[in-house]
């Protein structure tokens, strides 16, 4: 289990997160959705200390972090229960697909190159990229990139996988390879957390549903409770934004 309590940043006389509190369970998949600048990826980067929180403390299973006065050895141990996939995906351009993925393997977790090779190999197939192996970034489709983050992610083996709009920098004929993947994933029972404006996806995929607006969680539920029966003004008028093919039920 994962909770936040209090979690807040500010940037300057911004503040960006107003005292965020947050329970996921293990297995759950939770879909964070709200307007630009409401504070969700924010939320997503102080998880894994990208970002420095101001104040609050996050829990995950026995391990706790005060995030006001985390130590160093604390923040290493947090981002080692942690995974993010990113918006850009953030790969070594230097390097092939398989040396992407064998990277965190081989610096954070320790293995040896030969066992490190051999399980990223193993999660290059699993995202249906087994052929590209020595390929570098520059070679591959926006799409095929962001399978290479999520490998890279999964081979960590963390706690939870923390997906910050994963298919926003994507051509929209690309988009649903990525949502197929992490698809898959969620049936596998793996932790995620994903900020998205995809709202089809977060009904289907998501079991946890969070609105943010203005730095502060207005609003969650299961998907039908958000989606369908949403009790608060500022969640309707935002999910009134989606059209009626998109989102199915409105």
């Given at each position: 289990?994962?909770?936040?309590?209090?979690?807040?940043?500010?940037?300057?006389?911004?503040?960006?997160?107003k005292g965020?509190?947050?329970?996921?369970?293990?297995?759950?998949?939770?879909?964070?959705?709200?307007?630009?600048?409401?504070g969700k990826?924010?939320?997503?980067?102080?998880?894994?200390?990208?970002?420095?929180?101001?104040?609050?403390?996050?829990?995950?299973?026995?391990?706790?972090?005060?995030?006001?006065?985390?130590?160093?050895?604390?923040?290493?141990?947090?981002?080692?229960?942690?995974?993010?996939?990113?918006?850009?995906?953030?790969?070594?351009?230097?390097?092939?697909?398989?040396?992407?993925?064998?990277?965190?393997?081989?610096?954070?977790?320790?293995?040896?190159?030969?066992?490190?090779?051999?399980?990223?190999?193993?999660?290059?197939?699993?995202?249906?990229?087994?052929?590209?192996?020595?390929?570098?970034?520059?070679?591959?489709?926006?799409?095929?990139?962001?399978?290479?983050?999520?490998?890279?992610?999964?081979?960590?083996?963390?706690?939870?996988?923390?997906?910050?709009?994963?298919?926003?920098?994507?051509?929209?004929?690309?988009?649903?390879?990525?949502?197929?993947?992490?698809?898959?994933?969620?049936?596998?029972?793996?932790?995620?957390i994903i900020?998205?404006?995809?709202?089809?996806?977060?009904?289907?995929?998501?079991?946890?549903?969070?609105?943010?607006?203005?730095?502060?969680?207005?609003?969650?539920?299961?998907?039908?409770?958000?989606?369908?029966?949403?009790?608060?003004?500022?969640?309707?008028?935002?999910?009134?934004?989606?059209?009626?093919?998109?989102?199915?039920?409105?």
């Amino acid at each position: 289990m994962i909770t936040l309590e209090n979690v807040s940043k500010s940037f300057g006389k911004n503040q960006v997160l107003k005292g965020i509190d947050l329970t996921v369970n293990k297995g759950e998949v939770v879909a964070i959705l709200g307007p630009s600048g409401s504070g969700k990826t924010t939320l997503l980067r102080c998880i894994n200390h990208l970002e420095k929180p101001n104040k609050g403390k996050i829990k995950i299973d026995n391990f706790q972090v005060d995030f006001s006065r985390a130590s160093k050895a604390e923040i290493l141990s947090l981002r080692q229960k942690t995974a993010m996939v990113f918006q850009q995906f953030n790969l070594f351009k230097n390097k092939t697909v398989v040396e992407n993925v064998m990277e965190g393997l081989i610096v954070a977790k320790k293995l040896p190159k030969e066992e490190a090779f051999k399980k990223s190999v193993e999660l290059l197939e699993k995202v249906g990229l087994g052929n590209k192996l020595n390929s570098y970034p520059v070679q591959l489709s926006g799409g095929q990139q962001q399978r290479v983050g999520i490998a890279r992610a999964l081979a960590l083996n963390p706690e939870v996988i923390l997906f910050d709009e994963p298919t926003s920098a994507l051509d929209p004929e690309l988009v649903g390879e990525v949502l197929s993947i992490i698809r898959t994933i969620a049936k596998e029972g793996i932790t995620m957390i994903i900020v998205t404006h995809e709202m089809a996806f977060a009904r289907d995929v998501a079991n946890h549903v969070v609105f943010m607006d203005e730095g502060v969680i207005v609003e969650e539920g299961n998907p039908k409770e958000i989606f369908q029966y949403p009790k608060e003004e500022r969640t309707i008028q935002f999910l009134k934004r989606f059209s009626e093919e998109e989102m199915y039920y409105i």
